[in-house]
C-alpha cells in the first residue's frame, strides 16, 4: 500500500507565499503520478496540479503561472511552491496519489488560509 502525507500548509497574507510537501511512503513503484486538490468550503473538490512519473506537469487555469509542481530524485516527495496567493486559494489541500492497479491514496489534507 501507499500513504502520502501533506505538510506546510498555514495562514499568509494576500500575495504571499506557501510550499506545501507531500511525502509518500510504501509501495512507492506503484505511483504513477501525484496531483494537489483543494476543496474550499461549499465548493466542489478542485484539481489544482499534477505531475506523472514521467515528469509531466498539469495545472489548473486558475493557478497557471503562479503555482509550480515539482518531486524529488526518489519520486517518492512531491511539492507545492505557491505565489502571489489570493483568498480565494483558501481551502483544504489534498495529496493524491495515483497508483498503478490500485485504489488512488489521499492524504488527511493541510490547511491554507490567505487573509489580511
Known amino acids: 500500500q501507499v500513504q502520502v502525507v501533506e505538510s506546510g500548509g498555514g495562514l499568509v497574507q494576500p500575495g504571499g507565499s506557501l510550499r506545501l510537501s507531500c511525502a509518500a511512503s510504501?509501495?512507492?513503484?506503484?505511483?504513477?503520478?501525484m496531483r494537489w486538490y483543494r476543496q474550499a468550503p461549499g465548493k466542489q473538490r478542485e484539481l489544482v496540479a499534477s505531475?506523472?512519473?514521467?515528469?509531466?506537469?498539469n495545472y489548473a487555469d486558475s493557478v497557471k503561472g503562479r503555482f509550480t509542481i515539482s518531486r524529488d530524485n526518489a519520486e517518492n516527495t512531491v511539492y507545492l511552491q505557491m505565489n502571489s496567493l489570493k483568498p480565494e486559494d483558501t481551502a483544504v489541500y489534498y495529496c493524491?496519489?495515483?497508483?498503478?492497479?490500485?485504489?488512488?491514496?489521499w492524504g488527511q489534507g493541510t490547511q491554507v488560509t490567505v487573509s489580511s
Open positions: 493524491n496519489a495515483d497508483l498503478r492497479f490500485r485504489p488512488d491514496s
Open positions: 510504501g509501495d512507492i513503484f506503484r505511483i504513477a503520478a
Open positions: 505531475i506523472t512519473s514521467g515528469g509531466s506537469t
